[in-house]
């Protein structure tokens, strides 16, 4: 068992000192995706002790107004329609193209909830779904 970094919009300086100053038992940091600019130093520090340094796409977040990466190929393109991924295999050919190719050079994995993305069903990606049996108080 080891320890795992989210790294947050400020972290990036901060997780880089940790790691060089008491490296042990960390064993990966997740970097921020809005923020990955400011947190590259981090993960080289990461990757020069073997760290895992994961990348979440967030592209369950594509799903809903008001969130873009500009910064990635998948995220400048709009809004995703999980109508259109369902149906059309090429769209989630590119998708994960995009995805998968549009990853830092310091990430050694690619993480995420793609899951989650074809089964949002209408709700914030957020924000778990209304349950329908439950009463309101």
Request: proline share 6%; no cysteine; hydrophobic share 40%.
């Amino acid at each position: 068992m080891g320890v795992e970094f989210r790294l947050g919009r400020q972290d990036g300086h901060k997780v880089e000192d940790f790691l060089a100053r008491h490296p042990k038992g960390v064993t990966a940091i997740t970097l921020s995706t809005p923020f990955l600019r400011h947190q590259v130093a981090a993960a080289e520090a990461a990757m020069a002790l073997d760290a895992a340094v994961l990348f979440e796409p967030l592209t369950e977040r594509l799903v809903a107004p008001g969130f873009q990466l500009r910064d990635f190929t998948y995220g400048q393109s709009g809004l995703l329609s999980t109508a259109e991924l369902s149906r059309d295999a090429n769209a989630r050919t590119r998708l994960v193209r995009d995805v998968v190719g549009g990853h830092p050079d310091t990430a050694t994995l690619v993480t995420g909830r793609a899951g989650q993305l074809l089964r949002h069903g209408g709700h914030h990606p957020t924000r778990a779904a209304p349950d329908p049996g439950r009463r309101r108080r």
